[in-house]
């Protein structure tokens, strides 16, 4: 599986090269010319419809929302990072291997390591 598949693209230079570095004046121009690209992009895409966060993240502070029943029955495959030291942490669950596996693939593909997939119980 390609990660172009989902829309998304990794940008990394194949070169090594000392990182560049630019003062207040480059940083602002730079950040400006980022706000200025989202904001057309979103004027492009036209109206969004809001969607409700299944967890809102404030800096430390992590919230998780209520999960509708229907959406829990769904879940077939939990996705689990294991690290080089043994450790287990659950990372999310999905609907379908399908899903299970692309998700998986952009995990490893971004940060690298080990995901399992774990059928859920019935």
């Not at 090269?17 to 730079?30: F, L, V, Y």
């Not at 998986?104 to 593909?109: D, F, L, N, R």
Request: charged residues 30%; negative net charge; aromatic residues 4%.
């Amino acid at each position: 599986m390609h990660m172009t598949r989902f829309g998304y693209r990794r940008r990394i230079s194949n070169e090594t090269s000392e990182p560049t570095k630019t003062d207040e004046i480059g940083t602002k121009m730079k950040l400006g010319d980022l706000v200025k690209r989202a904001r057309d992009f979103g004027k492009a895409t036209g109206p969004l419809k809001p969607i409700e966060a299944l967890m809102t993240v404030d800096q430390n502070e992590w919230t998780w929302q209520v999960v509708d029943r229907d959406v829990l029955n769904k879940l077939s495959h939990r996705l689990v990072f294991q690290s080089d030291a043994g450790m287990r942490r659950e990372i999310l669950m999905t609907e379908g291997l399908e899903t299970a596996m692309g998700a998986a693939s952009m995990i490893v593909e971004l940060d690298g390591g080990c995901v399992l997939i774990e059928t859920l119980e019935p």
